[in-house]
Each structure stands twice: as structure tokens, then as C-alpha cells.
């Protein structure tokens, strides 16, 4: 059984790092291929060295650009490796262009799909995430669902067979590594800061960092907030390009940082007093630890967090923004609904069974 492994983006290495090392413990031959979606220090060799992900066979090195250029060249690139490799399955993760990228150049080639966080739907076209989770997952032959939820969604698109629920991969990713953030992430000590006394905040979507009324309202609300405790903002290279078209006012207390590594997200998040982010796997991920977490989008996917009472969809208006922070906190500790923490080990259970 041979397994081409495909991985662009930050969520996507966290994801991998769990199943292609579950995958080598149960004897799956893997070629792993990075397109470099990501490709700067900050946003990718970290991750692949914090997370002793084996070094990619192959990196594309696409770099960033438009979305149709930039699946394009993906697609080109990848149809390449996959010809030559001829692996029996492609693997895919998540919802962005490498994702769909790597679907369709797999089943052009007549090669099964396994789609990893199958079924997340956010019921908005508008994002380009929504688009390549559709095509994916009904390009794929299985489904891995993280949720209940993202089972129904599949089912209700008429998709029956192949589908899986583990549980989250992310969830097992940060119980795996969340002693090791604490044991030797400095990122605190560095920003002179103490557990539960800021705020974590992320933007990135493309939705937020390309509507630029969207983008000033949201850190106009962060500059507002952030007179009453420190924000720490890791910026994202998208976001930091956006910022030089608008006018923001920074004070001392709103902190921005470039992009930090696994270990340093997960202290800071599980040590934050409440989140703000339109990022899904913060969201997940503030779920996880128990911090509250205000959503900077107008709908989410992960809907679990919001029923268990640990995520405020606040949109992007400022006072939505500053009135849900000002009044976050903490929802019900009674529900689980990611799993059991072994999501990877039972995909690649799943996996290695096929070639039986």
C-alpha cells in the first residue's frame, strides 16, 4: 500500500504530523508532498521540525498568488509527482487550495481520494474554503468526518459510502503536544506576559484580509480592547499586506508578532483569557483548552464549540466584536464531541486494511 500524502498549509502539517506518523507505525509506504502554499520559515519549517514530520519527497514550492494561478500551477506540479509515484490512494487535508489541488489531480489520474476533516460546511459560498471542501469531498472515495455534524452534511449532499468518524485529528495533535508547549515554549516570557492576563487574537481569512471595511473594523475593535488588557496578534503575511493599505492606530498594548510556531500557539492559546479569531482550527483549539473564543467571521463550521457555549459568532462590526469579548466566558464542560483523541491511529487503521 502506497500513500501519496499531500500538505500545504500550517492546519495541514499539525494534521499530518498525527496520521502520517500513525500511517509508518502501520506499515503504509508514504510519499509526502509539500506544494509550499506555505513556504516561509515561520509558517512551515517550524512546524515540520517542532512536530518531527518526516521531510517531504517532494516540495513544489508553488509559493502564494491568486487562487486560480495558484491551483493551477499546484494541479500541473502535482499530476507530475502523482504520475510518476503511482500511488494506490492520494490523501488530502482540510479545505484549502493544496486540498483541492490535490483531489482533483488524484482523480483526473483515476487514483482514490481520502479526504481528511470531510464534511465541514459553513453554508457560504463566498469563501473560497467552502468551495474546495465541496469539490473535495465529492471527489473522494473516503470520508473522514471530524464530527456528527459533518456526517449529516455529507449525507445530506447525497454522499452514503466511505464515510468515517474518528473524531479530530487537531485534537489529537494537542493532546499529544500540549505538555511539551508548556515544558518549553518561552513565548511568554518573551512578550513579558502572564497566563490569563491578554488575549490571543489571528486573522487570516481572505474574506476579512481582502474587504478592507471588513479588515478596519476588526482592528479598530482590537485597538479598542486592547486599552483594558494586552492582544496578542501574530500577524499572518496576508494580513500584514493588507494592514499597509488602511490606516491602523497602534497602541502598546496591542502586540504584533510574526507568525509563531506550534508549541508557542498552543501556550498562548491555552493561556489566554479569552481568543479572537476567524481561523477554524483556533477555534477548535480554544475549545479544547476551555478558553473562550469570539469568532471574527458571520457563521462557523465547527458549530460544536458555539452549542457548548465556548464561541460567540460576533461577526466583524467593531461593537459586535467588543461587546462579545467584554462579556466572554466560559461555556459547559460536558460535551466532547471530537473524539477520543486517536482519530490518526484509526484513519491509518482504515488505510492499511485496504491493502489486506
Known sequence: MKIASIVGARPQFVKAAMVSRALRSAGVTETLVHTGQHYDDNMSKVFF????????????????????????????????????????????????????????????????????????????????????????????????????????????????????NFGDVMYDAVLTHRELATIQSRILGGLNLHPKTYALATVHRAENTEDLRRLLEIFEALRILSRELPIVLPLHPRTRHALESIPILVNAQLILIEPVSYLDILLLESQARFILTDSGGVQKEAFFFRVPC??????????????????????????????????????????????????????????????E
Not at 489531480?105 to 483515476?110: D, M, V, W, Y
Not at 464531541?337 to 486494511?353: E, K, L, T, W, Y
Open 49 to 164: 521540525e517542532e512536530l518531527r514530520i518526516p521531510k517531504p519527497d517532494y516540495n513544489l514550492g508553488i509559493g502564494s498568488g491568486d487562487h486560480g494561478s495558484q491551483t493551477g500551477r499546484m494541479l500541473e506540479a502535482l499530476e507530475n509527482v502523482l504520475q510518476r509515484e503511482k500511488p494506490n490512494w492520494a490523501l488530502v487535508y482540510g479545505d484549502t487550495n493544496s486540498t483541492l489541488a490535490g483531489a482533483l489531480a488524484a482523480a483526473k489520474l483515476h487514483i482514490p481520494v481520502a479526504h481528511v476533516e470531510a464534511g465541514l460546511r459553513s453554508f457560504n459560498r463566498q469563501m473560497p474554503e467552502e468551495i474546495n471542501r465541496i469539490v473535495t469531498d465529492q471527489l473522494s472515495t473516503l470520508l473522514f468526518a471530524p464530527t456528527e455534524t459533518a456526517v449529516r452534511n455529507l449525507q445530506r449532499e447525497g454522499i452514503a459510502d466511505g464515510i468515517h
Open 294 to 355: 469570539i469568532t471574527l467571521r458571520d457563521e462557523t463550521e465547527w458549530v460544536e464549540t458555539v452549542d457548548a457555549g465556548w464561541n460567540v459568532v460576533a461577526g466583524t462590526r467593531r461593537e459586535s466584536i467588543i461587546q462579545a469579548a467584554r462579556s466572554a466566558q466560559a461555556g459547559r464542560c460536558d460535551a466532547y464531541p471530537f473524539g477520543d483523541g486517536n482519530a490518526a491511529q484509526n484513519i491509518a487503521r482504515v488505510i492499511g486494511q485496504l491493502a
